[in-house]
């Protein structure tokens, strides 16, 4: 091979590691404003995500003001009537509605996920919104008057749905542990528990289910909004054992 040709494969050579050289510059480049984009979008997004939950807070604030004035005009139009049974009536819708405070004898109870351990299915070892759910409706069944789930009341209207290790409580998000508030004849909301095949269940699990009866059960009143108090039940596709 001649010089001539041996200078011509070593151009072609050094044009061919040019381009890639090239390339993989313009590549890294790209990549790295890419990077800085994305980082800018992410900044962006948590600061309108922050800005929101201000947003929605303060009008939550100004909600209860308003739901309160409401109350207090309503108690008052009730008590210038003089009227002791429409009075028995609103106590007993708000009641009912949610939209009181209670606190009286019931249990508590508290829902933790099992430990970890090596199990044919490992969704058995968490708690999940279908359990809640039953354990709700025992509640209820057993004459439970208002219940709580980690401080938020349970309305007609309120729905637990599972949202991955959470779950989804009036729109607001909870992990475990679980405590429910019921109030109601402690005697009885006990023995619906302890009998409860769903509690029997988690209990064969290792959930942790702890029921203690209460003299002083508190259960706050609805703090949601409004449009998901009348209407707003949540669509989800539940996890099921």
Not at 13 to 26: D, E, K, N, S
Not at 112 to 134: G, T
Not at 154 to 172: D, K, M, R, Y
């Amino acid at each position: 091979m001649g010089n001539s040709d041996r200078k011509f494969i070593l151009l072609l050579a050094f044009i061919i590691l040019g381009i890639l050289v090239a390339v993989q510059f313009r590549s890294t480049v790209f990549a790295n404003k890419k990077k800085s984009s994305d980082y800018h979008d992410i900044q962006a997004l948590t600061e309108s995500i922050k800005k929101a939950t201000e947003i929605g807070e303060e009008l939550r604030n100004e909600i209860d003001d308003y739901l309160s004035r409401n109350e207090n005009l309503i108690r008052d139009y009730i008590k210038d009537q003089n009227d002791n049974e429409l009075r028995r009536e609103w106590d007993g819708v708000m009641l009912k509605a949610g939209l009181t405070d209670v606190k009286g004898k019931g249990v508590i109870i508290q829902l933790d996920d099992a430990k970890y351990r090596e199990i044919e299915e490992k969704s058995w070892l968490l708690v999940h919104d279908q359990d809640v759910k039953i354990i709700l409706n025992d509640l209820k069944k057993a004459g439970a008057q208002a219940i709580s789930i980690n401080g938020e009341r349970i309305t007609p209207v309120s729905e637990q749905v599972c949202a991955g290790p959470t779950i989804l409580v009036n729109q607001n998000r909870y992990s475990v542990p679980y405590i429910i508030n019921a109030i109601g004849d402690p005697d009885v909301l006990y023995e619906s528990l302890i009998n409860s095949e769903r509690v029997i269940l988690l209990k064969e699990y290792g959930i942790k289910v702890e029921i203690k009866k209460s003299d002083e059960v508190v259960v706050p009143k609805f703090k949601g909004k409004p449009e998901n108090y009348i209407t707003g039940l949540e669509v989800a596709g539940n996890e099921k054992k």
